[in-house]
């Protein structure tokens, strides 16, 4: 019986298809930014068709270099632009709005049930809300453009059941580094996941996107965590379209069925240059750190920026400490309650939203000998700047260990 | 700001049948590694192919000889969605990756820029010539022959039409 992959790309491609079957599949949503844009409008003119098959339905965020800081830059800016107007393609969100794994959530363009395209690798985040999402490169982008369809081969699915308390202290982010940690960085290769277990229902919406944000970490092709009330509410005034929520049956047929209890699970740590290279932060405390980067696809929410700001409140931090909020609307609101205030007092940074440090272009890049811990998904050898090294954790790890100049333990403090 | 790509395209056109000077890497080579965040900026593609695989041996650009092949090992191309990898080492003169397997979406990249990829575990050191027939998935090193995991017959289309660019203008839309 049909997993939920298995549902919706069987309704995107107009006949029933199970795992490993080919599809033509017909798109909900195509998303694509300033990074990979450039490449695929490039492919879409090259292709010789006019007209976009739907310009309600392709999204372009700029985040990934913004605002431009070359002249190259402002020009790629300046050629993706004059192309979005030509093609009537509305949905534009130009620099400051945000990255776009948090701006399709917040103009209620991930919807359960949908089928969600983007030229981006994180593009799997929008699983959170139940929708099928993955992502793709820039020709395979313009192929989208051009025709709103694109083959897939429909994904074996994984079972993730997750069940125990999170203990204070211990986040959303733990919980994927962990699972990271276990299924290896190719664990999960051409596969679906889908997230299930009492500690998954309990996780905010913003704690699921972390979550399915970092399943391409293991391979995945999307992860997913079913739709349920906290999604409806999220979405309730926000969702751009009528949409029909899709559950597996009861008897799918998984690949693989793995079970966590994270009742005792410790902060957790991804040393360089592997995500899933993660220990216990018990084994990592008292590494120095040169620089501490907040925010990201992954982990710039208001919850996390939030949760930074009660660690830091009052305190001055010993390293340089970079915050990027994911969107404007996160930006205002952590302006208006105050907690951008205490983050500026304790001597963090605050760049405009968008990517920033985490691919190494801009606004935080490290240099050879120097250490980041980062809350954002890669630390790949040379991604924040070449020879650098990063640590990945989560937010409230980021906070305690910048106060610390070293990486430290949050239970210490929370 | 698009260039002419043509000096700088030293891959060679047939792409059923290739002998080639073999580069190893090992497992996980990530997007980054291969062409580095800050290189994006560019549709010079040029610009890719001299910093290919920076991030492992800086010198590799200047060494990579036009028909050369990569062997590497588990999870090739893991990591963001850039089509700016495989336009590196297509752009470099790679002829041909083979690793024991690939990140889905190197996978789709690589074809949709006409980079031939194949999927197997070979035996060799780096520096020997290996054949390969990618059409029928068969790579020789020396005596030993390796039956690789053939590519799907539409994707194969592909391949040999130079890309996705090159194969939808031969065959109009879906």
Redesign the interface.
């Known amino acids: 019986m049909p997993t939920i992959s298995e549902k919706i790309l069987s309704r995107a491609a107009g006949k029933q298809v199970v795992a490993d079957d080919?599809v033509?599949a017909n798109i909900d949503y195509a998303m694509a930014h300033d990074?990979?844009g450039?490449?695929a409008v490039?492919?879409f003119k090259?292709?010789?068709?006019k007209k976009v098959w739907d310009p309600g339905r392709i999204i372009i965020p700029f985040d990934h270099?913004t605002p431009a800081h070359?002249d190259?830059?402002a020009?790629?800016h300046q050629?993706i632009r004059q192309w979005i107007r030509e093609q009537g393609i509305t949905n534009f969100f130009d620099i400051g709005e945000g990255i776009c794994h948090q701006v399709l959530p917040e103009n209620g363009f991930a919807l359960p049930g949908k089928l969600i395209i983007?030229?981006?690798?994180h593009?799997c985040t929008y699983g959170a809300f139940g929708a099928f999402a993955t992502?793709?490169?820039?020709?395979?982008m313009?192929?989208i453009f051009?025709?709103g369809?694109l083959?897939l081969r429909v994904p074996q699915t994984i079972r993730i059941t997750v069940e125990g308390k999170l203990s204070k202290g211990v986040s959303a982010k733990d919980l994927t580094l962990n699972i990271i940690k276990n299924i290896g960085?190719?664990g999960a290769?051409?596969k679906a996941i889908e997230y299930y277990g009492e500690t998954i229902q309990g996780l905010s919406m913003a704690q699921r996107m972390t979550l399915c944000n970092m399943s391409i970490e293991m391979?995945a092709?999307t992860g997913i965590v079913p739709a349920d009330e906290k999604t409806f509410t999220y979405l309730n005034g926000k969702a751009k379209e009528k949409y029909e929520p899709v559950y597996a049956d009861e008897d799918a047929n998984y690949c693989e069925d793995l079970y966590y209890d994270v009742a005792n699970l410790e902060p957790q740590i991804a040393k360089p240059h592997?995500v899933d290279n993660v220990f216990n932060i018990s084994e990592v405390v008292g590494t120095p750190l040169d620089q501490v980067f907040i925010g990201s696809c992954t982990n710039g929410r208001y919850e996390d920026l939030e949760a930074v700001a009660k660690i830091l409140h009052g305190k001055q931090v010993k390293v340089r400490t970079i915050v990027l909020p994911a969107s404007r609307s996160i930006l205002i609101k952590a302006t208006e309650s105050g907690v951008i205030s205490t983050l500026l007092k304790a001597g963090a940074v605050i760049a405009p939203p968008g990517c920033g440090p985490c691919?190494?272009?801009h606004q935080g890049?490290i240099c050879e000998g120097e250490t980041c811990l980062s809350t954002s998904n890669?630390n790949?050898?040379?991604?924040m700047g070449?020879g650098g090294l990063i640590y990945l954790s989560s937010p409230q790890t980021a906070a305690v260990s910048a106060l610390r100049g070293e990486i430290a333990d949050p239970r210490e403090v929370i | 700001?698009?260039t002419n790509n043509k000096n700088n395209n030293k891959n060679i056109n047939n792409i059923n049948k290739i002998t080639g000077k073999v580069w190893k890497f090992g497992d996980?080579v990530?997007t980054?590694?291969i062409i580095?965040?800050?290189y994006?900026?560019?549709?010079d593609f040029g610009i890719f192919a001299a910093h290919v695989m920076?991030?492992?041996d800086p010198q590799f650009s200047t060494k990579v000889q036009k028909g050369d092949v990569i062997v590497a090992g588990?999870?090739f191309g893991?990591?963001?969605?850039?089509?700016?990898a495989p336009l590196a080492l297509k752009y470099a003169g790679v002829a041909c990756v083979i690793a024991s397997?690939f990140?889905?979406?190197f996978f789709?990249?690589a074809i949709?820029?006409g980079l031939p990829i194949i999927e197997a575990r070979i035996d060799c050191k780096e520096g020997d010539i290996i054949e390969i027939d990618t059409e029928n998935g068969i790579i020789a090193h020396g005596n030993v022959k390796y039956q690789a995991t053939k590519l799907?017959e539409?994707l194969q289309e592909i391949l040999a039409d130079g890309?996705?660019?090159g194969h939808?203008?031969k065959v109009g839309?879906?």
Request: net charge positive; aromatic share 6%.
């Open positions: 080919f033509i990074g990979t450039v490449l490039k492919a090259e292709m010789g068709v270099y070359t190259t830059g020009k790629l050629g983007g030229a981006d690798s593009s992502g793709v490169g820039a020709t395979d313009a192929e051009v025709s369809k083959w960085t190719d290769n051409y391979g092709k592997e691919l190494g272009a890049v890669r790949f050898k040379g991604r070449a | 700001m698009v996980n990530d980054d590694v580095p965040g800050k994006l900026r560019t549709t920076e991030g492992i588990e999870n893991c990591g963001s969605s850039r089509e700016q397997s990140a889905r979406i789709r990249n949709n820029v799907p539409f890309g996705l660019v939808r203008k839309v879906v």
